[in-house]
């Protein structure tokens, strides 16, 4: 049985715990360097919990060169494999 699809909202909940925010609202074309409080070692955290919460692997090399939102979401989702249906 394949897990359903990671999004940006599952995303952004990890982010606003680790960081220690309410809420954060992102957007597909955001990065990290837009969030205030995500910083390198943030990064790596919440990179860390998206992994755990997931049960996969992510790398910090190939997480670290992610453009946008949208590509962390894409990567997961990948690792993930093909949505149920």
């Known amino acids: 049985m ?24 992102l957007s597909p074309g955001m990065a990290a360097g837009e969030v205030p409080g995500w910083d390198s070692l943030n990064h790596t955290l919440i990179m860390l919990e ?14 670290a060169v992610l453009p946008d939102f949208a590509a962390v979401v894409a990567l997961v989702n990948a690792r993930l494999g093909p949505p149920p249906g």
């Open 2 to 25: 394949t897990a359903a699809a990671f999004t940006l909202d599952e995303l952004a909940a990890i982010a606003a715990r680790v960081i220690g925010v309410r809420a954060l609202a």
């Open 50 to 63: 998206v992994a755990n919460a997931r049960g996969i692997a992510l790398g910090a090399e190939e997480t």
